[in-house]
Nanobody, 119 residues
Framework: VQLQASGGGLVQAGGSLRLSCAAS????????MGWYRQIPGKQRELVAT???????HYSESVKGRFTISRDHAKDTVYLQMNSLKPEDTAVYYC??????????????WGQGTQVTVSS
C-alpha cells in the first residue's frame, strides 16, 4: 500500500498548480486524507485535510486560495492551489489514514513533491 504524489513544479507568483495523490494497493477503506508541506529546517505543517465524508479544513495561510478534494472511486486526493505566493514554496506531502484489506490501520505519507513559486 502506498501513496504516489504528483503535480509539483515551478510557477510564477499569482499562478496555479494542482497536486494529485493516489493511493494504491490492498485498500479496504480510506478515512482522512490531507496535504502537508515542509520548508528545509522547519517542521512539517498542515495545509489542508478532508474527511471521508467530505468535510474540509485549511490552514489560515491558504484559506481562500487552496481547495482540497478527493475522488473516492480513484482513491485520490487533490490540492488545487491558486494565487500562489513565494511563501508557498515547499515540499508538499500527501497523507492518508486507511484500512487495508487485512484490516490493518495505517497512516501513510507520499514521497513529497516540490512546489516552487518565483516572485
Amino acid at each position: 500500500v502506498q501513496l504516489q504524489a504528483s503535480g509539483g513544479g515551478l510557477v510564477q507568483a499569482g499562478g496555479s498548480l494542482r497536486l494529485s495523490c493516489a493511493a494504491s494497493g490492498s485498500i479496504f477503506s480510506i478515512n482522512d486524507m490531507g496535504w502537508y508541506r515542509q520548508i528545509p529546517g522547519k517542521q512539517r505543517e498542515l495545509v489542508a485535510t478532508i474527511t471521508k465524508g467530505g468535510t474540509t479544513h485549511y490552514s489560515e495561510s491558504v484559506k481562500g486560495r487552496f481547495t482540497i478534494s478527493r475522488d473516492h472511486a480513484k482513491d485520490t486526493v487533490y490540492l488545487q492551489m491558486n494565487s500562489l505566493k513565494p511563501e508557498d514554496t515547499a515540499v508538499y506531502y500527501c497523507n492518508a489514514d486507511l484500512v487495508t484489506m487485512a484490516r490493518r490501520y495505517l497512516e501513510l505519507w507520499g514521497q513529497g513533491t516540490q512546489v516552487t513559486v518565483s516572485s
